[in-house]
């Protein structure tokens, strides 16, 4: 069945340094959503993407349907990034997203 | 911004109880949706809805029901709870089919069961 897979698993991040999280997708998907799940557990959407890029402050998404993956980058991370960060890809069925199993973001002062 | 609410915040069941978890969207969306996160996991989906009176089973629906008596309501019920459904439960609503529009996500029930 459609898989969604995260990479990392886990990343550490100094304050003030950036990097990129990953989201593959075993099959080709239409859409891509990004949360983040906060230390109280609440999830936050941060991104929608049907195609293209979108950026929100230190935040920017990327997804091209032709392609298997979508990424998403953290800029100048601050402490309150810390937290999981999901990403979920339209399923066969539009009715349904399909959620990999997170990477776990802990920046460091 | 969406507000989804749940209720009750947490809960302690025992083994064969009757769990119900409830459910409430103020936007108007006509998708909502359950899902349970394990530890360490995603989130998996149990039931969605897409229209009052009507709830379609999702990625693991075994062990559970759904009810969806009004646009804004939508329940999940656990007639014989578990161990195995020890496990947090989100709601989540969508004005648009789940793969293509933004979900939006109540806090969380975390059921504990005994």
């Known amino acids: 069945g459609d898989q969604v897979e995260q990479s990392p698993s886990a990343l550490s991040l100094h304050e003030g340094t950036s990097s990129a999280l990953r989201c593959n997708f075993t099959?080709?998907?239409?859409?891509v959503q990004w949360f983040r799940q906060n230390s109280r557990g609440s999830l936050i959407n941060l991104f929608y993407?049907?195609?293209g890029t979108k950026e929100n402050g230190r935040l920017k998404s990327a997804f091209d349907s032709k392609e298997l993956y979508s990424t998403l980058h953290i800029r100048d991370a601050q402490l309150e990034d810390s937290g999981t960060y999901f990403c979920a890809a339209e399923g066969t069925n539009a009715y349904k997203v399909i959620f990999g199993k997170g990477t776990h973001l802990h920046v460091l002062p | 911004e969406a507000a989804v609410t749940q209720s009750p915040r947490s809960k302690v069941a025992v083994t064969g109880g009757k769990v119900t978890l409830s459910c409430h969207q103020t936007n108007n969306h006509d998708y909502m949706y359950w899902y349970r996160q394990d530890t360490g996991h995603g989130l998996r989906l149990i039931h969605y809805s897409y229209v009052a009176d009507s709830t379609e089973k999702g990625d693991i629906p075994d062990g559970y029901k759904a009810s969806r008596p009004s646009q804004e309501n939508f329940s999940l019920i656990l007639e014989l709870a578990s161990l195995s459904q020890t496990a947090v439960y989100f709601c989540a609503s969508s004005d648009g089919a789940g793969g293509q529009d933004t979900q939006y996500f109540g806090p969380g029930t975390r059921l504990l069961v005994l």
């Open positions: 993407l049907a195609s």
């Open positions: 099959t080709t998907t239409r859409s």
